[in-house]
């Protein structure tokens, strides 16, 4: 990443020597403070007019000294903001310092690593849900296009280096998805993520069927093989039409008010120790509930005599509002 650190230090340094010539100048030439400025920036520039000039022996050497060392610094400082403004460095910059201001404030969020194919729709989907996410990439043409959108942090780098996953967040994150097109790569991001913070669920796609238990053996928590899945649907889409259909149309038709989603039962809750037939989940909230994740038992379509514990993860289906009534209770608010 470009830094402005060295053409700030170097405007701080002139800056230190205009002030140094002036009042050295005042002190060994006997001069007001205008003339001893005016001197030390004659000196600087080596434009010398000639009507103020030394006349001691150390003021000569100061003037050495300023014409060497200042008109240096003058140059440098003058030739590196006039570059970066012709080639639109400093706006980039300035653009890449903020975004890593704001990702220095995320915490509990979710780093996308690459922005091919697979990476876009995930990108869109965490906007569309209205996620905190930082996604990696190192192709400029992609960074081009993350930059033309709004809301986006990004940081251009390679996702399998540590450094860059650090600059991401990754030890305040609470996920990582890695889209990347190599199995080897991604590989690399499960052990970092594992390595760096245990904790983080990583999500990873694997584009041959064999890596999938090695990706999970390294620790990834969820590995989607893009390839099965195109297959998979494309069968049932040939098998089951209509089931197939309605799956998509809640997925991808955004104007149906009708979602999917998990919800962590709280002590404090009053549905906890309750039968789902009592806790009238269905009739208060028009909501459905799917299945209950409970430890490592998923119990798919429970029973009405199914009893909830704290703890259980519940998995939900209903409109938007009436989830987010729901979770408020789940969550003992």
Same mark, same amino acid.
């Given at each position: ?120 729709? #995930? ?89 999938? #238990? ?32 309605? #799956? ?21 809750? #009053? ?63």
């Amino acid at each position: 990443m470009t830094s402005m650190r060295p053409i700030i230090y170097a405007a701080l340094a002139l800056i230190l020597i205009v002030a140094a010539g002036t009042f050295l100048f005042v002190k060994l030439e006997n001069m007001g403070l205008s003339d001893a400025l005016w001197l030390t920036m004659m000196n600087i520039t080596t434009v010398g007019f000639g009507d103020v000039v030394p006349v001691t022996n150390a003021g000569r050497s100061v003037s050495i000294f300023l014409m060497v060392s200042g008109f240096g610094l003058l140059i440098y400082v003058i030739s590196a903001v006039f570059s970066g403004m012709l080639e639109g460095r400093l706006a980039d910059i300035w653009g890449k310092r903020k975004i890593m201001k704001e990702i220095s404030r995320l915490n509990g969020h979710l780093i996308v690593c690459g922005a091919g194919r697979v990476g876009k729709e #995930v990108t869109a989907e965490l906007l569309q849900e209205r996620q905190k996410f930082v996604v990696i990439e190192k192709d400029p043409a992609r960074l081009e296009e993350l930059r033309s959108i709004n809301g986006i942090l990004f940081i251009s780098g390679d996702a399998t280096e540590d450094r860059v996953l650090l600059n991401a967040g990754l030890r305040r994150a609470k996920g990582v998805i890695s889209t990347l097109p190599e199995d080897s790569e991604n590989l690399m991001i499960v052990i970092a993520c594992k390595d760096f913070n245990p904790k983080a669920r990583v999500v990873v796609r694997a584009n041959r069927p064999e890596s999938v #238990v090695r990706l999970r053996r390294a620790g990834a928590d969820t590995v989607v093989c893009p390839s099965a899945i195109a297959g998979n649907r494309m069968a049932l889409a040939s098998l089951k039409p209509a089931s197939v259909a309605f #799956v998509e149309s809640l997925v991808e038709e955004r104007d149906i008010d009708l979602n999917l989603e998990e919800l962590f039962l709280s002590e404090r809750s #009053v549905l906890a120790g309750k039968m789902l037939k009592e806790s009238r989940i269905r009739e208060s909230y028009g909501v459905m509930i799917l299945a209950i994740r409970r430890g490592e038992e998923d119990i798919v379509n429970p029973d009405p005599a199914e009893k909830l514990y704290a703890g259980d993860l519940l998995i939900a289906c209903g409109s938007a509002g009436n989830l987010t009534l729901l979770e408020k209770v789940v969550a003992g608010e």
